[in-house]
């Protein structure tokens, strides 16, 4: 499987469109080689260059079969929490210095059930046994 976007190639600067610096949308996600028998994908973007340890940008799950996630979606599948305990994509916004951003999506092959608002760390204990295949997506960005 893989992860690509037409905003910005795998290791290079996230588009400042996508960062809190501009418009803060989430990026177009393109999503090839979804393995036949996954039935939904979940969605994790985190940042483990913070300061007081990885970050949180975007957590969603039970998103339906889709090799596109449209630039910003408001809405995917089930919503999880980012680190600030919201909804939905938070864009990139460092304090200091250059920062990865790691965008991963899970091919699945259930249906997980959770109720809205499950953290990563609960949809990551929940995947466990039923990922089928797995692409991540390298952005960078520094202000």
Known sequence: MQLTSSAFEHEMRIPTRHTCDGEGL??????????????????????????????DHWVAYDIPMM???????????????????????????????SHRYFFTVY?????????????KASLLEAIEGHVLAEATLLGRYSR
């Open 26 to 55: 989430s990026p177009r996600l393109d999503i090839s080689g979804i393995p036949s028998g996954a039935v939904a994908l979940a969605l994790v973007v985190d940042d483990p260059d913070a300061p007081s340890g990885t970050y």
């Open 107 to 119: 091919a699945l092959d259930v249906r997980l059930g959770l109720e809205a608002g499950a953290n």
């Open 67 to 97: 090799d596109t996630i449209p630039e910003g979606v408001a809405s995917l599948g089930t919503p999880g929490v980012n680190s600030s305990r919201s909804p939905g994509y938070e864009p990139p916004c460092p304090p200091s210095g």
